[in-house]
């Protein structure tokens, strides 16, 4: 998608090791998202951030940590991975939903699985 | 608690027939309502929203939605159904004071040809 890239596309990792998924956009958004997408769960939020060094927590957020130390790159760590976190995971960016025309605009998805 | 919900998992529409897309939400003041469309291996993309105005929304690919305030309900519909429409659907409301979206669990459309 333009202006909103994610690395790696897929990712195969064994339990117990760390991965670092990373979002990059070039659109200089305030807001980026991450969230991980399951079947019966459809999109579930994790962190987001609303500027550099700004961030909270979602609904799953436990096993997950964060950093945005520039505007363009928005980082998702899972500390410890574990094959609970096998999903899909998703990098969303908004300026504001009130002004923009389309809410959100989505990455195009990591793959991650956890063996 | 804010939500939307999207009550059936699958639907299965023939070609050429009408498609509707069932949404409805729940929020504490005016709704700020979303649909998105995910095809295979691919990104959200944007369709319609609804955040004032007309209660009949148009959007992209012949897509529009009907905002009901009073059966607080906000279905996707278009009129002639195509096999390319097949894809996952999700339904989302703005969530006030977060700037995010929460969306539904999704509904997977069949076009049968």
């Known amino acids: 998608d333009a202006g909103i890239t994610q690395s790696p596309r897929h990712k195969v990792t064994e339990t117990g090791t760390p991965v670092t998924l990373r979002c990059h956009q070039t659109?200089?958004?305030?807001?980026m998202y991450w969230y991980r997408q399951d079947p019966g769960h459809g999109l579930r939020l994790i962190h987001y951030?609303?500027?550099?060094?700004?961030?909270d927590k979602g609904e799953v957020s436990d096993g997950y940590s964060v950093s945005r130390s520039k505007t363009e790159d928005f980082l998702l760590t899972l500390e410890s991975a574990t094959s609970s976190q096998t999903s899909v995971y998703f990098c969303?960016?908004?300026?504001?939903?009130?002004?923009?025309?389309?809410?959100?605009?989505f990455g195009s998805g990591t793959r991650l699985t956890v063996v | 608690a804010q939500s939307v919900a999207q009550p059936e998992d699958q639907v299965n529409v023939a070609e050429g027939n009408p498609l509707t897309v069932k949404c409805t939400y729940s929020?504490?003041?005016?709704?700020?309502l979303f649909w998105y469309v995910q095809y295979p291996n691919r990104g959200l993309q944007f369709l319609l929203k609804?955040?004032?105005?007309?209660?009949l929304v148009k959007g992209s690919y012949g897509f529009e939605a009907e905002f009901n305030k009073s059966q607080t309900s906000f279905h996707l519909k278009k009129p002639s159904a195509l096999v390319s429409d097949s894809a996952l659907y999700f339904c989302?409301?703005?969530?006030?004071?977060?700037?995010?979206?929460?969306f539904g669990k999704g509904n997977q459309v069949v076009v049968i040809p």
């Open positions: 659109e200089n958004h305030r807001y």
């Open positions: 929020v504490s003041g005016n709704p700020y």
């Open positions: 989302a409301v703005f969530l006030y004071g977060n700037n995010r979206l929460a």
């Open positions: 951030s609303y500027g550099v060094k700004d961030t």
């Open positions: 609804y955040i004032t105005g007309d209660n």
């Open positions: 969303a960016i908004s300026e504001s939903v009130w002004d923009s025309n389309d809410g959100y605009t």
